[in-house]
């Protein structure tokens, strides 16, 4: 998101202006792509939002506006802690339509790289994780993020841990549900982001342009500095569409080799020979990071789902079929991952549990017919008698 200058924003918004019936402005946020972000206040139960608009322009766009809706439908399916909440969605006579979504406070991934220079590779893996999180369950509801980058990463401090949300969905990609709506261009966002296919605006573009961006936005984390070497928007775009990453080079001495693999195969020109999902690549980015950080999660998230500390990253040249890909994971799970499902499921295990109690009641029937058959077999008075032997027996007085 760019952020604007208070003097600018403030001539379109002004601090207790309403909106609607419900929210009362308290601060100008930023401007975006597509539209501006204005802090305001809940009137009747006081709680904090962040409110969207589209630009003036596009207001009037039927457009602009049928994507802004089907957004905010979209985002509301979401389920990931690592997307920001959309609360309320609304139409303003002088504004046009607006999306009211939950207030994040945290300092952006870039503003930390433009303090601290680079992070650490394990860092930077378990901040990474996050964002697949976050896009695994994005694009299971058809969504293409397409602005990916360390300034739409926001870092959320909760106690000693850095919880990671993804913001700006003013450019994702929505899938149109209104019949014959015209296809919109895909060459929106931050070219040194952006895959080979969207800035050559291929129609064909999917959610692998997402995996591109993530293996842009890890080389930075780890090296601070972008994948590609232009001074100009020219260089940088004819780069990204013919060169190979200077950056990738073997001497790198910054970047771990096997880390250095996986990057290269996200940043692959053909969509074909990078990680097919998110899945696939947490799947390879797993071993790098910390135990403490791929059982962090809720059992059912993305790290618990499919960590797997002993699976190697496919060869770049490797095609993943999906069968072959589900099987791996459902091996390579390791034990912890096991035990949480097992406690998360026991109706499963009561189930194995009474599968083996007629086993049971078998061997103790069998147990008791021999008893039974052996007392009809000998007189009472034997069976006495052999106890009383047995007891009085010099034999069995003997050490």
Not at 34 to 56: P, Q, Y
Not at 339 to 349: D, I
């Amino acid at each position: 998101m760019v952020m604007a200058s208070d003097a600018e924003l403030a001539q379109r918004f002004h601090v207790s202006a309403l909106i609607g019936d419900d929210y009362g402005v308290e601060q100008p946020l930023g401007e975006g792509a597509m539209g501006l972000v204005v802090r305001a206040r809940h009137l009747a139960h006081g709680e904090t939002v962040a409110i969207k608009f589209l630009h003036s322009e596009l207001r009037h766009d039927a457009l602009a506006v049928d994507r802004l809706l089907q957004e905010s439908r979209a985002l509301a399916r979401i389920e990931s802690e690592h997307v920001p909440r959309v609360i309320d969605v609304g139409m303003s006579f002088e504004l046009g339509p607006y999306m009211v979504m939950e207030f994040i406070e945290g300092m952006s991934v870039g503003a930390l790289l433009e303090r601290e220079g680079r992070l650490s590779p394990t860092r930077a893996v378990e901040y990474i994780l996050q964002v697949c999180e976050a896009l695994a369950a994005t694009h299971k509801v058809g969504i293409v993020h397409r602005d990916i980058k360390p300034d739409n990463l926001l870092i959320v401090r909760r106690g000693e841990i850095d919880t990671i949300k993804l913001v700006d969905f003013g450019i994702c990609s929505v899938p149109l549900v209104t019949p014959g709506s015209p296809r919109e261009s895909n060459v929106y966002g931050t070219p040194a982001y952006m895959a080979p296919e969207r800035l050559c605006d291929d129609p064909s573009a999917d959610h692998r342009a997402d995996i591109w961006s993530i293996g842009v936005v890890l080389h930075e984390l780890v090296t601070g500095r972008g994948l590609f070497d232009a001074d100009t928007l020219g260089e940088l775009c004819a780069s990204i569409l013919s060169d190979a990453p200077v950056a990738l080079e073997p001497d790198d001495a910054v970047l771990p080799a096997r880390l250095r693999a996986i990057i290269r195969r996200c940043v692959s020109r053909d969509p074909e020979r990078r990680y097919q999902s998110v899945e696939h690549l947490v799947l390879a980015l797993s071993p790098l990071a910390s135990l403490e950080t791929i059982f962090r999660w809720r059992p059912s998230g993305t790290f618990v789902r499919y960590a797997a500390p002993e699976v190697e990253p496919p060869a770049a040249d490797a095609r993943i079929e999906p069968a072959r890909a589900a099987s791996d994971v459902r091996r390579s799970r390791p034990t912890l991952a096991r035990a949480r499902e097992r406690r998360a499921t026991p109706a499963a295990h009561g189930v194995a549990a009474r599968r083996s109690r007629p086993a049971i009641a078998c061997g103790a029937l069998l147990v008791i017919g021999v008893v039974a058959g052996l007392r009809l077999w000998l007189p009472l008075s034997d069976w006495r008698g052999a106890f009383s032997t047995a007891e009085t027996s010099p034999m069995s007085l003997q050490p």
